[in-house]
């Protein structure tokens, strides 16, 4: 049987006051770190490019053979390739590959090792025994050699089919984590209390348990998503897969092949998909230790 309580109007008004103070407070944390503010544009420029940034290009660049390695200029702001195609371009349409893929695969880590670690840390410990051992297994399995493997029956053509085997071999971390923090908060007084008032596992879970939980899988979440850009530029970088598609693991990859790492020419082709990984990386890192000291006031800087 579910019990609801009903809140007088004073004490529901004191308690959207003071979440609205929260949100006050935590609003102004952020803007005082003008690193934060950058962190937060950057991603969403980044979000943009891969979302609108193809459409603004033909599906097949144009090649300029007269054009090889020319230097940044107003035609072409970031230089050309080996080919001649504006480098700028390239990054623009290779964005979405990488980030669609590892948005993909951080949605399957977010609902795969959430919902294991919360089931592992709360229910009866034959069921989660059972969901650990699953785990353990996941993180028992090299996540990057099997993409090896898989790539020489799998083109991996589509961001998404990308996405999907990195999110299947990539949950058991965050499902560990989780099921550790669920461990602690199912000895709290507020999880006797729901406990007491006859609450269901389930909606003492989502609704106890997985709130005060968000802030922790968000941060860990995003670490998780660096990874992943990393694993599928890296795949693509060492030749391991065929570049059907345009991403900025093939521009390294072709940046290497072609010598621009022997040559100044090809200098701003062969930097510029390194320096929007390096900045991708910079801007999640900085947004998961916001939300850190968002949450834990024993590391705000006041």
Not at 183 to 206: C, T, Y
Request: overall charge positive.
């Amino acid at each position: 049987m579910t019990t609801s309580i009903a809140l007088p109007p004073e004490q529901l008004h004191q308690a959207m006051q003071r979440s609205r103070q929260r949100s006050t407070r935590r609003w102004r944390l952020f803007i005082s770190t003008p690193g934060r503010i950058a962190a937060s544009v950057i991603i969403v420029i980044f979000t943009l490019t891969a979302v609108a940034g193809p459409y603004l290009y033909p599906k097949n660049l144009p090649i300029n053979p007269h054009n090889i390695y020319a230097p940044p200029s107003l035609a072409h702001p970031l230089g050309t390739d080996f080919e001649g195609t504006d480098v700028l371009a390239l990054l623009v349409t290779g964005s979405r590959y990488v980030l669609f893929a590892a948005a993909v695969a951080a949605v399957i880590t977010l609902g795969v090792g959430t919902v294991a670690g919360l089931a592992a840390g709360y229910y009866s410990r034959l069921t989660g025994s059972a969901i650990m051992r699953v785990t353990d297994f996941v993180l028992a399995v090299p996540g990057f050699p099997v993409l090896v493997v898989l790539a020489t029956i799998w083109q991996f053509g589509s961001p998404l089919a990308m996405g999907f085997v990195m999110g299947v071999f990539g949950w058991g971390g965050i499902a560990r984590a989780v099921r550790a923090q669920t461990l602690s908060l199912r000895e709290r007084g507020f999880v006797e209390a729901a406990h007491g008032l006859g609450l269901s596992g389930r909606r003492i879970i989502f609704t106890e348990v997985l709130p005060n939980l968000a802030p922790y899988i968000g941060m860990n979440l995003m670490l998780a998503i660096t990874a992943f850009i990393y694993t599928e530029v890296g795949l693509f970088f060492l030749g391991l897969v065929s570049y059907s598609t345009s991403n900025w693991g093939v521009m390294l990859f072709q940046a290497f092949q072609a010598g621009a790492a022997t040559s100044t020419r090809g200098l701003a082709y062969l930097l510029s998909p390194l320096i929007c990984i390096l900045l991708i990386t910079i801007s999640l890192v900085t947004l998961a230790n916001a939300v850190d000291e968002f949450f834990n006031p024993r590391l705000r800087r006041i």
